[in-house]
């Protein structure tokens, strides 16, 4: 007998990146940040009491909500606290799509995309990005309910300049995502265009930038229309009191914030002249990880042999990836041993 739902069926789900185990793995394929949490963080946890375990938490989580909003120059209203960045974009398309109202994003792009879709069993529409990630011009004709921009987008590490995303918000008739989820590591954000426009959400993650994957916190800024509806679609209670209160000390202490980017940013130009002078091509990142390609060598087999290594990079395969390989930034070690193996690979 079949219990599930015909698209469900044929879903294939979504794949993380696989988690290797042991102590001398170097672990560069799932874009962890390299340097732990604020020691403000490690506070936080410490004191958390049973008492605040005995009972539910806030189901809006509005301490993070009042100190998200301050630093981005909102309002609480205008914040939804979510698990994860993937929490936001599963509440998006359930809110927005399903038979009759259309997914659109630009490819190759975040493979949740396409399987948040079809298990909502709604139409994706996939525009192909040029060889240089330039935003689509099709993207706006597709009458899509909402359409999702990664941006930066993974796996590629580019950005769209935010003009350009303006003048999409402005054509589309639907929903405009645009998925923040790496931009602590560039240069600029878009978040003037949720004060601008009614019908874009910024989704920002505290996984990257604040070094909390393993706490699952991530928060929406858009108009306060906006957030509202997509409270209704939440879990009753989607963060909980210890990441709450773990993400609040995180985005308040800026200063550490901005050492530890500056610190990525740094390997990031490090390891990029280093790949370069092995071969590799790339274009330019604004994120933790690093899209590569070789001139020579198949990007399979570097994989396959850096694991034998016990040193993990992400390989997609999937059209237009299948010849590059996406490297996370590591710390100064991680990213010594990685250069080092590449060379004995390549050799």
């Given at each position: 007998?079949?219990y599930?739902?015909?698209?469900?069926?044929?879903?294939?789900?979504?794949?993380?990146?696989?988690?290797?185990?042991?102590?001398?793995?170097?672990?560069?394929?799932?874009?962890?940040?390299?340097?732990?949490?604020?020691?403000?963080?490690?506070k936080?946890?410490?004191?958390?009491?049973?008492?605040q375990?005995?009972?539910?938490?806030?189901p809006?989580g509005?301490?993070?909500r009042?100190?998200?909003?301050?630093?981005?120059?909102?309002?609480?209203?205008?914040?939804?606290?979510?698990?994860?960045?993937?929490?936001?974009?599963?509440i998006a398309?359930q809110?927005?799509?399903?038979?009759?109202?259309?997914?659109?994003?630009?490819?190759?792009?975040?493979?949740?995309?396409?399987?948040?879709?079809?298990?909502?069993?709604?139409?994706?529409?996939e525009?192909?990005?040029?060889?240089?990630?330039?935003?689509?011009?099709k993207?706006?004709?597709?009458?899509?309910?909402?359409?999702?921009?990664?941006?930066?987008?993974?796996?590629?590490?580019?950005?769209?300049?935010?003009?350009?995303?303006?003048?999409l918000?402005?054509?589309?008739?639907?929903?405009?995502?645009?998925?923040?989820?790496?931009?602590?590591?560039?240069?600029?954000?878009?978040?003037?265009?949720?004060?601008?426009?009614?019908?874009?959400i910024?989704?920002?993650?505290?996984?990257?930038?604040?070094?909390?994957?393993?706490l699952?916190?991530?928060?929406?800024?858009?108009?306060?229309?906006?957030?509202?509806?997509?409270?209704?679609?939440?879990?009753?209670?989607?963060?909980?009191s210890?990441?709450?209160?773990?993400?609040?000390?995180?985005?308040?202490?800026?200063?550490?914030?901005?050492?530890?980017?500056?610190?990525?940013?740094?390997?990031?130009?490090?390891?990029?002249?280093?790949?370069?002078?092995?071969?590799?091509?790339?274009?330019?990142?604004?994120?933790n990880?690093?899209?590569?390609?070789?001139?020579?060598?198949?990007?399979?087999?570097?994989?396959?042999?850096?694991?034998q290594?016990?040193?993990?990079?992400?390989?997609?395969?999937?059209?237009?990836?299948?010849?590059?390989?996406?490297?996370?930034?590591?710390?100064?070690?991680?990213?010594?041993r990685?250069?080092a193996?590449?060379?004995?690979?390549?050799?």
């Amino acid at each position: 007998m079949d219990y599930f739902r015909a698209n469900i069926e044929a879903a294939s789900g979504y794949e993380p990146g696989f988690q290797p185990q042991g102590l001398d793995v170097v672990k560069l394929n799932t874009n962890e940040n390299p340097y732990p949490p604020s020691p403000e963080v490690l506070k936080s946890l410490a004191g958390i009491e049973a008492e605040q375990l005995r009972r539910y938490p806030d189901p809006l989580g509005n301490r993070f909500r009042d100190a998200a909003a301050e630093l981005n120059g909102v309002e609480r209203e205008n914040i939804i606290c979510c698990n994860g960045g993937d929490d936001l974009l599963r509440i998006a398309v359930q809110c927005f799509c399903d038979e009759k109202r259309l997914l659109a994003y630009p490819v190759p792009t975040y493979s949740l995309y396409p399987v948040l879709g079809s298990l909502q069993n709604c139409k994706t529409i996939e525009v192909r990005f040029d060889k240089r990630f330039n935003l689509p011009g099709k993207l706006a004709a597709t009458n899509a309910t909402l359409t999702i921009v990664c941006n930066p987008n993974a796996p590629s590490g580019t950005i769209i300049p935010c003009d350009e995303l303006a003048k999409l918000a402005g054509a589309i008739r639907g929903v405009l995502l645009i998925d923040e989820a790496y931009v602590d590591f560039a240069e600029d954000n878009c978040v003037s265009l949720a004060k601008r426009f009614s019908n874009v959400i910024i989704l920002r993650s505290m996984s990257k930038g604040y070094s909390l994957a393993g706490l699952r916190f991530g928060y929406g800024i858009a108009d306060k229309s906006l957030i509202a509806g997509l409270m209704k679609a939440k879990d009753s209670y989607n963060v909980n009191s210890v990441s709450v209160a773990a993400a609040t000390v995180a985005i308040k202490d800026q200063g550490y914030f901005r050492k530890n980017i500056e610190k990525v940013v740094k390997q990031r130009r490090r390891l990029r002249q280093e790949l370069e002078e092995l071969g590799f091509e790339m274009l330019p990142s604004s994120t933790n990880f690093i899209l590569v390609r070789h001139k020579q060598a198949e990007a399979v087999e570097i994989h396959k042999e850096l694991m034998q290594k016990s040193i993990y990079v992400r390989y997609f395969d999937y059209p237009g990836l299948r010849d590059k390989l996406r490297i996370t930034v590591g710390a100064k070690k991680q990213n010594d041993r990685l250069v080092a193996s590449l060379v004995e690979i390549l050799s």
